[in-house]
């Protein structure tokens, strides 16, 4: 066989696979979007971005994404340089830490919910220090930052580990000479990580970031365990269109606009951390 | 502009002793090279000096300071890394200027102290360059320039041409040294290369197995090695061996003919000769030619002598074939001998 061709032979029946089951629905899902019983047209858009919930769950949204995802990526980079200097335990303390990863979302913000909820962790084990009387709710629409930061805790500790096993991947990957060199050309611990740790990373950051914050995007699970109704978000909307009002043609294009936020934010964060040709590792 | 003392300098690796009692005095301005085998101790020697790595036992003191306990930027030393380390994410510009960067010198200073390196090096034109489009050569001349750049007092440098096909070594070897020498930097390069050491070194300290073994000029580790384990590994090929057993009244018995020897001594000795101090003569040793090879300047004949093999180096027109019976005679005042208990040379 040609071996340029060989190459495209192989690819096939992927490319066919994620064809059939990922952009045929797509197109589908865009269909129903932009049309309506009286034809094409912008009428689902409309109709969604007009309902007073809208703004108020795509502010919601990104605020999540603003607030999660920044922490998550200082975390995760503090965690992989950890990790990346152990010696000894390193796999351990690796499994530990992606424990998390393992776990459903929805089981996540069930978690966490226990441990919030009135009668859950956090209340007993204040009660049984003596610092409150009786349990309170902390996940009331009384306390729309408590439960924010709920959710916040809980985004943050179910999925830090996709950012981290990444970075732990991409640190692994720079040589140990260029940390040598920035040492002995007089830079510090903390110089080495801003001129020649982050710098390499680019591409690692570049892929975890990208994942990270589409996720963020998606978020549901979580906030639906954790603040129900009290902390409308897009995909929450989604669902609600498609499953209680039985109004598909909003659902597609609610998830539309969550499409195009995404694709937005990953051309910014590509662009962002791009490396110049000729200076890859 | 610094002279560099090693004091009792050890190192171990767990169990590992890497380094055993390293005595080194190198004078300023001194184009010193570390020689040996891989494996004997020269990049660890090396990384105890520049600070990327703690000695177990002993101090290191650079311009009559002690420098054991400071972290590398503090010691005055620059390095040149054996796979570069250039900066892939730095242009050369900045990698060059990395260092000054480091010490906040001025914008304006930076740019002429690396334009005027970056001169030195014949790199100006490729200022703007990542080193992903840059050659081997081309980095490797980034990395010296980076190094020198810092106005050092010493220079280190771990196998800097190793990653360079033949021919650029020897040009390399030749700038690098020219460069040094206006510099007037104290040198440390570390090499497994016998002809690199020889070609650039005021002195060569020769290692084996975590210890110097010689520390003296080319010439002398060429002519006089102060062990067997010198004469052995120093020259291509390097010495021969023969035994040899007293008569007495400092005479020696090798294979079957007598020589003078060293008369403090009188037991079993090693002779040994360069392949190249033989002539033919009637009254030589007898040896039976196994390989003969022609190396275009001369002829490099392995014989059998005295049941051992042994090399000479004989004028190109000589007609050999194996087989041939040759009689080959040492030059008297290039014999060698060495004590066998000690491998140590014995005059
Ligand atoms: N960090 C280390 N840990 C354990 N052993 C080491 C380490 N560095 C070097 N060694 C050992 O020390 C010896 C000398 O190494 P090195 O100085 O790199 O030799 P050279 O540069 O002469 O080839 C080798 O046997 C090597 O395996
Ligand atoms: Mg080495």
Redesign the interface.
Known sequence: MNPRLLPYFLIFPVTLFLCLFFLYPFVLVSQEAFSNENGYNLDNFREVTSYWKFPISLKNTFLLAAAVVPVQLALSLLMATMVNRMKRGRDLILYIWTIPLGISDLAAGIIWLAIFEQSGFLNSMLGGLGLIDSPTNFLSYQTPVMVFVAIMLAEIWRATAIMLVILVAGIGLI?K??Y????????SPW?RFL??TL??L?PSLQTALVLRVILAFEVFAVVQALGGTLFPVLMGETYAYQFDLLDGGAAAAIALIILAISITFTLIIMRALR??????? | MAVIEIKNVAKTFGSYQALHDINLTIADQEFMVLLGASGCGKSTLLRII???ETASEGEVWIGGRRVDHL???DRG???V???Y?V????TVFENIG??LR??KMPDDDVKRRVERTAGLMHIDQLLS?????LSGGQRQRVAVA?ALA?EPDVILMDEPLSNLDALLRMEMRAELKGVLAESNTTAIYVTHDQVEAMSMADRISVMHEGKIVQAASPIEVYRNPAAEFVAGFIGNPPMNFLDATPQGGGKYTVAGHSFDGPSAANSNLQFAIRPEDMKLSDDGLQAVAKVVEPLGAHLLVTCELDGKLFRAILDSEMQVKPGDVLKLAPMPDRIRWFDPATTLAVA
């Open positions: 040589p000479e260029y040598e060199a920035g040492e002995v050309f007089g830079a110089q001129k020649i710098p390499l680019r490396v110049p040709k000729g200076a890859t590792i | 520049c600070g990327l972290p590398p930027k030393i620059s390095m890394f054996q796979n380390a900066f892939p994410h730095l990395f260092g480091m010490q360059r990542y080193s992903g489009e980076r810092m």
